[in-house]
């Protein structure tokens, strides 16, 4: 099976910048799609960003559009998730989730449609 570890979390002012990273091993032949999703307390788990197997797609929610970009080192088996502008709404746990298959966009939205998943790493914004 596939292990995800996530990493780069931590305390910023708000305007401030994180990159989290996102490890994978074991069989990272069977990552396909990689997604981040973050929940904060009180809330349901949200979509983040998505990208494609390749790179070539990526995928936003609104609320991080223009802040957030996501990308991948498949020679590394490393997904990304380059914050900037973070606001403290940004506050949250920040998870790492990959599909284990080909499979279509529509369904990178979805945290149901995704196999592996990382432990979280927490995100904290002050104002």
């Known amino acids: 099976q596939v292990q995800l570890e996530e990493s780069g979390g931590g305390l910023v002012q708000a305007g401030g910048s994180l990159r989290l990273s996102c490890a994978a091993s074991?069989?990272?032949?069977?990552?396909?799609?990689q997604g981040w999703f973050r929940q904060a307390p009180g809330k349901e788990r949200e979509f983040v960003a998505a990208?494609?197997?390749?790179?070539?797609?990526?995928y936003y929610a609104d609320s991080v559009k223009g802040r957030f970009t996501i990308s991948r080192n498949n020679a590394k088996n490393t997904v990304y998730l380059q914050m900037n502008s973070l606001k403290p709404e940004d506050t949250a746990v920040y998870y790492c989730?990959?599909?284990?298959?080909?499979?279509?966009?529509?369904?990178?939205?979805?945290?149901?449609?995704?196999?592996?998943w990382g432990q979280g790493t927490q995100v904290t914004v002050s104002s």
């Open positions: 989730a990959a599909q284990n298959s080909r499979r279509n966009y529509y369904s990178w939205f979805s945290a149901r449609e995704y196999t592996y």
């Open positions: 074991g069989r990272t032949f069977n990552t396909y799609a």
């Open positions: 990208i494609s197997w390749s790179g070539d797609s990526t």
